[in-house]
C-alpha cells in the first residue's frame, strides 16, 4: 500500500484537528528542553555518557512481554502487564526494577511498523515512566538469571488522549559496577490501541480460516469391494489428534465469526480415514492406519463448528493457480483439470459436511496476481479472485485503506485483503511474548485503519493457508478481542464481495513482470504439468476397456488434482516423488491386462488355427479391446484371408481368454507373426507378443506315396497273420503228414493251392515274391536271409542266387543241382512255429 495511505487524513471535526496540534506542541516542548540541556553538558561527561551506553545500553537485558491485558482497555479498567527480564550481561545489575513508559500516539500505519521493528530504548521518544508509585523491583539480576514480573496501572492514570494508537513500553533500569547511575538496560516496545466509548464509525472485517492440509492420499486403493485407500503415511491423524494444528483450528473456530476456507481434499481424505485405511511402508507394503477415532471426533466436530457459518470450497487439492498460469496453460489438458477439482470441491463439501458451499472464490498463493493468474483462477468458474494489497497496490492518490472490492474488468472482482492485517501472525510464535506482540500489533493496524476516515470499509484479512497450532492461537486471540472492540463489525467473505467498492481506489492488475521473484521460484515447474498430461493419457486409454470406470477414474482423477496442489511449494523431491507413484501405480494397473507371450508355433498342412491368450488379472473385467494378429510375409502366410485380423475381446477378472485366429500357408518356411491388442478407437494398448511361425505344407504326390505306404503296411500285416495262425494250426497236428501228402521236391510240402489268394497275386510270374528290402514298408529292418539247422546258408551257395535285386532270391528245386558227396544230409525236421521276425519271408 501507497505511503500516503498510512496518513489519518482528515479529522471527523475541527474541534478534533485543534485539539491533536495542541497536543502536539505540547509533546514537543520537553524534547526541545531536553536538546537544550544536552547542549550544557561538558564534552567529557558527554562522552563519558556515550562509552556508558555503548558498554552496556539497552540491550544488556531481554525484556520478554508474556501478557498485556485487557488488550483493548477502557476507562475504567486497569492494565496489567506481565512478562520475564533476563540479564544477557557480564555484569550483576543492582537496583533493578521495572516500569511501564507510555510513547507518543501513532497515526499512521508505518508508523507503527517502525515502532515494531524494535531498536534500543531512545530518551524521550520513548516516553517517561509512568510514576513512581507502579514500577516494581526486582532482586539483582546476576548474567544470565530470570526474572518474572507483573506490573499493573489504572488506566486513568495513563492520561490517554483521543482514539488512537499508543506506544507502550516496559523498561528494566538499573546499576552495573561499570556504571554506576539508574540507566535502562533492557526495553520493549508494543502497542495500546484505545477507543473511548462508541467509535463514529465501524469496519467491516472478514477474516478468513483456512483449513488446508498437505495431500496425503494416494491413487492407491486395494482390490476389494470398498477399495480400501492407501495414504503415503499417517502423519493426518497426528494432525487430527487433540493439540494438533487441525483439531486446534476447529477447536479455536467454532466460537469466531470467521468465513471457513476449505480444501476438500482434507474433508475427503479424514472420511476415508473414518473406515479402514492403509499406510505405504518400504517397498511395496503397507500397514493398517490407526486414526479411525480421531477422525470421526474431528469431523464430527467441524460438523458443528461450521452450523451457520459460511463456507467457501477450493478447487479440489487446493491448485496452484499461479503454478498453472505461468508454467502448466502450454499443456494441453491442464486448465480441464482445473475445472474438475472445482467440480469436485463443491460435491465433496456437501456429501461430507453436508452443507452447500461457494466456488466462486480463487485464492492464489499470497494473493498474488498478475492478468494470466486472473484469467485462469476464472476459467473454472469463479468471478471472485482474493488478491493481497502488496500485489494490487494503491498508488498515493489515497491517503486511506480503501474497501476490499475492486471490479477489475470482464465481471471479475477482485477482493483485496489487507496485507499487513494477513502476514501479522507469520513467523515463529513459539514463545508467549512473540504472540502478545503479534496480537497488539494486528489490533493497533485495524483501528489505525479506522480512524483514517469517517468512510465505512470493508477488510479482508486472509492469512497463511496453513497456520500452525501457535498461530492459530494467536490468530484467535487477536480475532477475539477485535470482534469485542467497539470498531469493528464482522461479515462474511460474500458480503464482502458485495459491498460497494472505492471509485478512486486502484483497479488495475499489476503486470507479469511485478510477481514476486521469490513465489515465481518455488512454482511447479512445466514438467510437472506434462507428466501430470502424460497420466492422463494413459488413464483414457485404460479406462476405456474397464467394465466399472469409476473404480480407476475418481481415484486417479483426484489424485491429479493433488499433483498440481499449492503445497508442494518449497517440497520439489517431495512432489516429484507423489507424480511418478501415481503413474507406476496407473502402469502397473493397465500391465494386468496382457498377452501371454509364446513360442515358436509349428504349423503343418495348407490350414490351421493358431491360438493367442489373453489375461486379464484385474478384478473386474475388460471389454471393448479388439486383439489383432498381423502376418509380417502375408504371401507366405495369410491370418484371416488377409496380411491380419482382428477379434473382439472381453476377460472376466481373474481370468484370461484363448483367441483363436484362422491361418493358412501359401509356402514352406519361418514367417514372423505379431499380436497387439487394441481398444476400439485403434489405440495400441499394451505391449504386442512377437513369435515365429514355421509353416511346412505337403504336396499331393507326398501325401500320395504317404498313403500308399500305409496300404502296404495293412497287407503285410494281415499277411502275417495268416502265416502265424497256420503254423499254428501245424503245431497243434504234431507236424505229421497225413495220407497222401508227399513233400514237394526240395523237401518242402506241395500244396500251394492252400496259399491265400492275397498271398498268389504277389509272386511273380517265375513263382518268386515281389521286390521287398526284407522288412515293413518304411522301415530299415534287415534283409530276409533263411538259416538251416547247421547254420547259415551263403546267400550265393548252391540253393540260393541273387536276381540282382536288393533283398530278393529265387528259390530253386533240388534237382536242378547234382547232388555232392559233401552236401548235407537234407534237413526234414519240423521247421520252428514261433512267430517270424519283423520283415522275414516265411518258407513254405
Known sequence: MAEAAD?????????RRLLRRTAAVLTTAPLLAGLLQLTA????QAAGQTSARAASGSGTVSVSLDSLSPAVPT????????????????????????????????????????????????????????????????????????????????????????????????????????????????????????????????TRTTFLWPLISESYMTAQTDSDEKQTPVFRNDDLTKELSPGGRLEQLVSLGKDLDITWVIDPDLL??????????????????????????????????????????????????????????????????????????????????????????????????????????????TSAGADTVIARSDSLQETDALSYTPSAPRPIGGGTTALVADARLSTAFQGDLTSASAGTLAVQRFLAQSLTVNLQTDKQRSVVVAPQRMPSATQAHTMAQALATLQGSPWHESQSLTEAAASRPDPEANTKV???????ASLRRKELPRTAFGQIATTQEKLDNFQVILSDK???????????????????????????????????????????????????????????????????????????LVLRLTSTSPTRLEIGGEAYDEQPVSVSGGHSQSVKFTTSANANGRVTVIAQLFTEDGEAYGDPVTFDVKVTEFTAT?????????????????????????AAARGAEGDVPEDGEQPGEDGERSDERDEPAEYADALTADGAPEESTGGLAGTDGPQNTRESSDGPQNPEGPNNRLN????????????????????????????????SGTGERVDR
Do not use: C
Not at 41 to 44: K, L, Q, R
Open 510 to 516: 499489476p503486470s507479469a513482470s511485478s510477481y514476486p
Open 550 to 624: 469409476s473404480r480407476v477414474v475418481t481415484p486417479f482423477g483426484r489424485a491429479m488434482n493433488r499433483e498440481m496442489s499449492a503445497s508442494w511449494r518449497g517440497h520439489v523431491v517431495a512432489a516429484r516423488n507423489f507424480r511418478d507413484g501415481v503413474e507406476r501405480y496407473l502402469d502397473d494397473l493397465a500391465d494386468q491386462v496382457s498377452l501371454i507371450d509364446k513360442s515358436e508355433t509349428k504349423l503343418s498342412g495348407r490350414s490351421a488355427t493358431i491360438p493367442v491368450t489373453v489375461q486379464n488379472n484385474l478384478v473386474q473385467g475388460v471389454e471393448h
Open 268 to 377: 475427503a481424505s479424514v472420511d476415508a480415514m473414518t473406515e479402514s485405511y492403509e499406510v505405504q511402508g518400504e517397498g511395496d507394503t503397507t500397514t493398517p492406519g490407526r486414526g479411525q477415532s480421531v477422525a470421526n471426533r474431528w469431523l464430527a466436530e467441524l460438523q458443528d463448528a461450521v452450523e451457520g457459518k459460511e463456507i467457501v470450497a477450493l478447487p479440489f487439492g487446493d491448485t496452484d493457480l499461479a503454478s498453472l498460469a505461468h508454467n502448466g496453460t502450454s499443456v494441453t489438458g491442464s486448465l480441464s483439470h482445473l475445472k474438475e477439482a472445482t467440480e469436485a470441491a463443491g460435491e465433496t463439501v456437501e456429501t461430507v459436511l453436508h452443507v452447500k458451499p461457494s466456488t466462486d472464490f480463487a485464492w492464489p498463493v499470497n494473493g498474488a496476481v498478475d492478468p494470466s493468474i486472473v484469467k485462469v483462477a
Open 41 to 44: 553538558v561538558p564534552p567529557a
Open 75 to 202: 476507562e475504567d479498567d486497569t492494565l496489567t502487564v506481565s512478562g520475564t527480564v533476563t540479564n544477557n550481561g557480564r555484569q550483576t545489575i543492582t537496583d533493578t526494577h521495572v516500569d511501564l513508559r507510555l510513547g507518543p500516539e501513532l497515526d499512521t500505519r508505518s508508523g507503527i511498523d517502525d515502532a515494531a521493528r524494535g531498536g534500543e530504548y531512545v530518551a524521550g521518544a520513548d516516553g517517561s515512566e509512568i510514576g513512581d508509585d507502579h514500577r516494581q523491583k526486582l532482586p539483582e539480576l546476576t548474567p544470565g538469571v530470570a526474572e518474572h514480573f507483573s506490573v499493573s496501572v489504572p488506566v486513568e492514570d495513563l492520561d490517554l488522549g483521543d482514539a488512537g494508537v499508543y506506544q507502550l513500553g516496559v523498561a528494566l533500569s538499573g546499576e552495573t559496577d561499570a556504571q554506576q547511575w539508574d540507566q535502562v538496560l533492557g526495553f520493549q516496545r508494543t502497542f495500546l490501541p484505545w477507543q473511548p466509548g462508541e467509535a463514529d464509525t465501524t
Open 804 to 835: 540282382g535285386k536288393t533283398g530278393e532270391s529265387l528259390i530253386r528245386s533240388g534237382a536242378d543241382e547234382p547232388e555232392q558227396p559233401s552236401d548235407p544230409t537234407p534237413d526234414t525236421a519240423a521247421e520252428n512255429t514261433d512267430p
Open 702 to 726: 507326398v501325401m500320395l506315396v504317404i498313403g500308399g505306404g500305409v496300404l502296404l503296411l495293412v497287407l503285410a500285416g494281415f499277411r502275417m497273420y495268416t502265416q502265424r495262425k497256420r
Open 7 to 15: 496518513f489519518q487524513g482528515t479529522s471527523p471535526s475541527p474541534a
